[in-house]
């Protein structure tokens, strides 16, 4: 009973609350001509529209009127939103070369500003650097910041008993989502993003359940089967963040390989901690006995919530 009260009360927190309606814009920079692009700035919002310069440009591009000269080196370095910082707006950001090539970027007050790679492909190793840098910390900040991620590795620690079998099961989820991330965003592997974001929560559901059966069971044997079967579902679930963030036109497989670079470094760095937090508590001697199973219900009420409303909205109720 008090694993049932804890896991509605966690069902309870993790309801999407409606809150107020956040302000919006587009900044859309077209090129005309090599090197200038076209300024539109659209937005429904009052306080926003009165924006005299919404955006600050490369130091190497200079604004004339609706029209930004960029000169030879093209559109490259950052674009900063100053008055985003530290509120709730957010700016779609959709820049459209002569070429055909196309960025998209939402940046908010988290994040306040983007970099546009719009560099040859022959300019050196050294202008790669931002852009591993850049993927790097959105693979982070998506591992760290994606909870149904985190909550399924989580109870694969909870799982697997032995520092060997926890290894292999996290390498095999590894290989795993690293081979669907590369194919979705390649456009090899391409299934709807609600019915992968549904099964990734359902996946969520069976590991905790299964933290719950008995030591005989398949997940026991060879948890690396089930990471790895799950880890496809997941490595398509990533792949719908890094396309939504938008991807260097020339420089896809760079951008792709830090990007996993940076899933893995928050991967790593969640299980560390999921690690030692589970050494402090197994030291605590008055420990509840149905302490960790009340914990694995919770979040397996949770994930059941999560994939009921994934699936319902997967068919517009």
Known sequence: MRALLLGLAVLLLAA???????DAATLTLTEVEDGTFSIQWQTLAGTLRQLRQPASYPKSCRQQGALLHCGPLGLVGTIDFPWLAGGESRVMVLIDWRSGSRLLRIVDGRSPSLTVYGI???????????????????????????????MF????????????????AITAFTIAHSLTL??????????????????????????????????DSLAHRAPWLVTFAFGLLHGMGFASALLETGLPEQHVPTALLFFNVGVELGQLAAIAVFLAVGRLVSRIDRR??????????????????????????????
Not at 16 to 22: E, L, T, V
Not at 120 to 148: K, Q, V
Not at 161 to 168: C, E, M, T, V, Y
Not at 301 to 307: E, I
Request: glycine share 6%; hydrophobic share 55%; charged share 15%.
């Open 16 to 22: 999407r609350a409606d809150g107020h309606s956040i």
């Open 153 to 168: 590795v989580l109870a694969i620690t909870i799982l697997v008993r032995s520092r060997r079998d926890l290894l292999l």
């Open 288 to 317: 509840p006995a149905w302490s960790m199973r009340a914990f694995v219900y919770a979040m397996g009420t949770t994930a059941a919530y999560w994939s009921l409303e994934r699936g319902l909205a997967m068919f517009g109720r």
């Open 120 to 150: 040859p492909a022959s300019a050196g190793l050294r202008f790669l650097r931002p852009i591993a840098a850049d993927y790097t910390r959105l693979g982070i900040e998506h591992i760290l910041t994606g909870f149904d991620h985190l």
């Open 182 to 215: 590369a194919a979705t965003v390649l456009g090899w592997l391409q299934l709807p993003s609600a019915a992968v974001e549904t099964t990734i929560a359902l996946s969520i559901v069976l590991a905790c359940a299964e933290c719950l059966r008995p030591a």
